[in-house]
């Protein structure tokens, strides 16, 4: 079955403790990214991956790493985290490097929240 | 840098009756996407929009693209109880893909 996975699902955790939360697609897709969800804002883009070990900040990158060393997997990394990245997170993918013709792929979410 | 703004942010609808959302963009767009999200589940895509001017019909829902390609409406005829959820655009420039914050729809039945 095609489709983006993240883990974990959920996750509580402390504030300065360093985290990684992963996202995987079966789908061969060049295009992943990042994707914060608060409510009243929407969707904002944390980073995006055009290809393997090329990634570029999106609109709201302060915080947060991330790395592309394999075309399947984009984890999220937070180094310190604090209680201002408490979010619901999604990955999503799409085929091709020029994402403005594909469907993005949404994962099912990482609700964080950080003490 | 480029801003989507997406209107109403929240929609009550009556069974039966018709709604639109509208998507404005300050900057001219590649393309722009739909997305529906229902409560507790992730983005899933319904259309896209790349021609200026386009309209494109999926069954009760109707969606344009300003011949600018600066704003775009999604326009749901006899809404549902199925129609619930929160509907995003999305503008594509330059590789990013900026999301509006949404239209929460919910329905009386």
């Known amino acids: 079955e095609a489709q983006v996975t993240q883990n974990p699902r959920y996750l509580i955790t402390v504030t300065g403790k360093k985290l990684t939360v992963t996202c995987s697609q079966n789908?061969?897709?060049?295009?992943m990214s990042w994707y914060r969800q608060d409510p009243g804002l929407g969707l904002r883009q944390i980073y995006y991956s055009m290809n393997v070990e090329v990634t570029d900040k999106g609109d709201v990158p302060e915080g947060y790493k991330v790395s592309r060393k394999e075309k399947r997997n984009f984890p999220l990394i937070l180094e310190s985290p604090s209680p201002n990245q408490t979010s619901l997170y999604f990955c999503?993918?799409?085929?091709?490097?020029?994402?403005?013709?594909?469907?993005?792929?949404f994962g099912p979410g990482t609700r964080l929240t950080v003490l | 840098g480029q801003q989507v703004m997406q209107i109403p942010q929240y929609q009550h609808v009556q069974e039966g009756e018709d709604f639109t959302t509208y998507c404005n963009s300050s900057?001219?767009?590649?393309?722009i996407q739909w997305y529906k999200q229902r409560p507790g589940g992730h983005p899933v895509f319904l259309i896209q929009l790349v021609k200026s001017g386009e309209v494109k019909k999926q069954k009760r829902l109707t969606f344009q693209f300003g011949e600018a390609k600066k704003n775009s409406s999604l326009h749901i005829t006899a809404t549902q109880t199925t129609d619930v959820g929160t509907y995003f655009c999305a503008g594509h420039n330059d590789y990013k893909l900026s999301f509006g914050a949404g239209t929460t729809v919910t329905v009386r039945a």
């Open positions: 999503a993918s799409s085929f091709g490097t020029a994402p403005e013709v594909d469907t993005q792929y």
């Open positions: 789908m061969n897709h060049e295009y």
């Open positions: 900057t001219t767009l590649s393309n």
